[in-house]
């Protein structure tokens, strides 16, 4: 993973803070960072920013697993828990996608809590689901309440049920909402298809959020009309280093762009979109 800083609107500094491990669940690939500054404590070192984290052991996209890892700074050094703090399912072949894309925002920094969004895929189906971690305790983190997110109101761009994945995730206190934004399907049949064209901002009340319940609202879409390319995709939300929104007047999502093949993959670019809220 890297970290890259901006000043006076050029890159000033990008720089490897965190790797695969030498061996161990997370030894082949990792990717798709979520940070977070919260009270967290490992082998009674206290840390401030806790970074969750997509790994794997495989050449393969199957077999993932989340972990996660605490720095007092965003630079680093970076210190991971050695086991993943959201597991691979017992009994299922390592075949499988798994869990990964995690997304974490700050419950309460003080007492080390944080609110953790991730996409679960297996045979039986993919989904969204959510958990509150405690980061602040002498064993390690202990994750509680794992559930579902509701699937209620989420359609795609066809109007048929759809379901979450690649998704992120920013809270509104003023308004106790958080807000996702996806990949919305079908993706397209046309190469790449294996990114979407589309990105969705949805918003979900808290108490709905944490009890699995409820109906996602649709607060828009961007497609190519608003990145004026082909591939709209991997997107996330401007976010405080608590997962909060910066203005609560507003909200802006980054998202990848990329053009048709051949070659896609080297036009990947990060745009943004800012929306009154």
């Not at 500094?13 to 030894?27: E, M, R």
Request: proline share 5%; charged share 10%.
């Amino acid at each position: 993973m890297f970290m890259v800083k901006r000043s006076g609107g050029s890159v000033s500094s990008s720089a490897s803070v965190l790797t695969a491990s030498a061996s161990g669940w997370d030894s082949y690939h990792i990717c798709d960072p979520s940070v977070a500054r919260v009270n967290a404590v490992l082998n009674g070192q206290s840390y401030a920013y806790a970074m969750f984290y997509l790994g794997n052991d495989q050449n393969c996209s199957c077999h993932n697993q989340i972990g996660v890892a605490f720095a007092n700074s965003l630079d680093g050094p970076w210190t991971k828990n050695p086991q993943p703090v959201v597991a691979f399912a017992a009994g299922i072949s390592a075949s499988q996608w798994g869990i990964g894309q995690p997304s974490a925002t700050t419950v309460d920094p003080a007492s080390g809590t944080v609110a953790l969004f991730w996409t679960e895929g297996y045979s039986t189906g993919t989904k969204g689901r959510m958990a509150l971690v405690d980061l602040d305790g002498a064993a390690g983190p202990v994750v509680s309440g794992v559930h579902d997110l509701t699937t209620s109101g989420l359609l795609d761009s066809n109007g048929a049920q759809d379901f979450l994945n690649n998704f992120d995730v920013v809270y509104s206190p003023q308004r106790d909402r958080f807000y996702a934004v996806r990949e919305r399907h079908p993706y397209p049949s046309s190469s790449p298809s294996y990114i979407s064209t589309e990105v969705e901002v949805l918003s979900l009340s808290g108490s709905h959020a944490w009890s699995g319940s409820g109906t996602w609202t649709t607060e828009g879409v961007i497609g190519s009309t608003v990145s004026g390319t082909a591939r709209t995709h991997n997107p996330g939300f401007l976010r405080t280093e608590y997962g909060t929104l910066p203005d609560e007047a507003s909200i802006t999502v980054l998202f990848s762009t990329a053009t048709l093949d051949p070659n896609s993959l080297w036009t990947y670019a990060i745009a943004r979109s800012t929306a009154a809220l």
